[in-house]
């Protein structure tokens, strides 16, 4: 959350904010249980602004 402050604060005069942070989930293997990856939720706003998700956890 520090981090997205400080960002947030440094790119006042741009169209970029931070829109939402949200944690990880597992994603589990319904076969093993095991868990095989994690991912961000669903941004859930695509009708109002472009959503762009980290691709690194």
Excluded: A, F, Q
């Excluded at 319904?30 to 868990?35: A, I, K, L, W």
Aim: proline share 5%; glycine share 8%; hydrophobic share 30%.
């Amino acid at each position: 959350m520090d981090l997205e402050m400080k960002w947030d604060n440094e790119h006042r005069n741009t169209p970029w904010r931070v829109w939402r942070i949200g944690c990880p989930s597992r994603i589990i293997d319904t076969r093993t249980g095991e868990t095989i990856g994690y991912k961000l939720p669903e941004c859930g706003h695509k009708d109002t602004v472009i959503c762009e998700v980290d691709s690194e956890i």
